[in-house]
């Protein structure tokens, strides 16, 4: 069986390292000839939205998924002329469209942030007065990391954040100074079987996920479960869904999903029975699900812009994971990530605050540096 | 970085898998076009012993292993001269001949079997003498999977036994009835530091291996890690090294080494900090070895000849992570393995009789079907 993958960035290039073993073979699709996933797979070059190359992908393959949410409408209505695809295409589209995905939330009696749809300057002036401040100014669609959002803290932050964003369609939310967040992966066979991996808590620095620690029996475990498998059933979903979660006064608020594998999952691949790549795989291909049970405790911390030292690292956490994407240095960019499993959560603990700082300061060396500022421009 | 690899079979399909997260890149040499792990990576189509073919694999890579010992000199020689190649040269002569990997165990006060070299039927007719019977005829070289032996019970098998292999050099090995056999598998890198994974016990049906159970603590451990010791230091190796040994009357006897990765250590994948994969690649990259503690107790069992259902299995052992190597079926031939990783000991033994039963019930409706009997003829 062959599976076909829609983008070629790092998460299908997992989803190829993991899910070999099955006995099955990958064409990944992507418009950069560098594409990380092209690497150790077939890569058809094309933009997502060249209906030939959409149409040789789909004539290779016999099942096709998406590794962003963010595909063309017409990539998807070409694909699923043909062959099938998963995730259905209706959870793309909850996706794609922040306002969308809140009624989604609503519907279900999923509790998720007041929000308001913004349109004009006077609808963010009665959101400000309606939700109260802060609140967040999001585009509607193709956000993500941070990005398409204005934080407003006063009266006075409304005009700059509608000259910075508005002229798309808008949301508003009200701003949640939450405790933690956290969010729940889960996997839905073809026959519906459902699996839940344990929560882990995410700190996010500069709107891109730094660090997902994996302790189970997370309090809130249950609750997100119920959440996530009222979407799973609306959305008679096949694949990997992710729900982001904010835990704020002793309850959870959804954030928002992704129909896809998530970095707050990327810990799954040492730290669980079945990694979600390989689980998302099984689901989508018909086989049967693996065990989604922790092994031990796990802490991942992303890579961002800039790979640490890969010898002082290993040399330094003699049971690190390193996982290098295989991309380019670039400020902003995720380029790897690193996973360390224990036995117990004392010794997580203790080795999280140096895991950190050996990320963040190969970023910020990155960021500073005026030499690669230069090859930028 | 890119690493070169003689050969293209599971073993550097493995290799590939397990290392690209640490941002490598890989290029294989073998003679065949679909060799599995050409699935998974750049490979070069050529004859072993085809100079330009090493040449332009030389040319691509900054560092040459292989997965298996039999490589022909001229390759090795053409291969070194342009670039490092580990394991060292010196190791893959010793193992390439039986005789020679005897008198290095002897040099080095490692206990083997007692042995004579035998290129006569006199010489057979005085090793039965010497060593007694039953004994163990076998070819110098190119052995493996239990291919190129005979097993003398008493006078009458020794015509048969020198018509069967004579001709080219033999060795003549006390036969040895042994309670159990394990392997001992260690890493040394460029430096010199060695790492030492626990030894499984293992089980052979029909001369190749079928089981595999490591239960961390055996009390064999520190004479098995002794014994490879000697052999690193002697080699000045650098990369994985295994030496397989017999367990006769409460003491360990060397069997054999393979200067490779080898199947006795699939389990590593799952069942340690850092797979045997990984590590010979770090080790022949200059990177720091990852630590090769086990994580709680592993079994592997071979899939020979043919895969067991996939649905069936994964729907059975939902932890088991199942390994398809790509290759056709054909009698006799490595096609996959399975592994299952248990936090107790208890746990592993309930489950290694299905997983040996469906392993061979697939392995048999191969090896007894007409059907593939007649397409290999």
Known sequence: MIVGIVGGGQLARMMLLESYSLGLRFVTLDPSADACAGHVGELIQAPYDNEDALRQLAGKVDVVTFEFENVPDTSVHVLSEQLP????????????????????????????PSYLPVD???????????LGMPLILKTRRLGYDGKGQYRINARQDI???WEALGGVPLIAEQYIAFDREISIIAVRGQSG????????????????????????????????????DRLLDRLNYVGVLTLEL????GRLLANEIAPRVHNSGHWTIEGSQTSQFENHVRAITGLPLGSTAAKGCSVMVNFIGNLPDRVETLALFETISFHAY???????????????????AESLEAMIPELSRIALSASEAMTSSPLVATARK
Do not use: W
């Not at 695809?85 to 998720?112: C, H, W």
């Not at 004009?120 to 309606?130: Q, T």
């Not at 904010?246 to 006064?249: A, K, T, V, Y």
């Not at 991309?327 to 036995?343: C, F, L, S």
């Open 85 to 112: 695809v998963y995730p259905p295409p209706e959870a793309l589209g909850f996706s794609q469209d922040r306002m969308a995905e809140k009624n989604l939330f609503t519907e279900l009696g999923i509790p998720t």
């Open 159 to 161: 005009l700059t954040a």
């Open 326 to 344: 295989g991309k380019e240095p670039r400020p902003g960019r995720k380029v790897g990530h690193g996973t360390i499993n224990t036995v117990d």
């Open 193 to 228: 079987e459902t699996r839940y991996y344990p929560v882990p808590e995410n700190t996010h620095r500069n709107g891109i996920l730094h660090l997902s620690v994996c302790r189970p029996g997370d309090p809130r475990q249950a609750d997100a479960e119920s959440y996530i």
């Open 246 to 249: 904010f835990e704020h006064e």
């Open 120 to 130: 004009s300057l006077p609808e963010l002036e009665g959101a400000a007065f309606e």
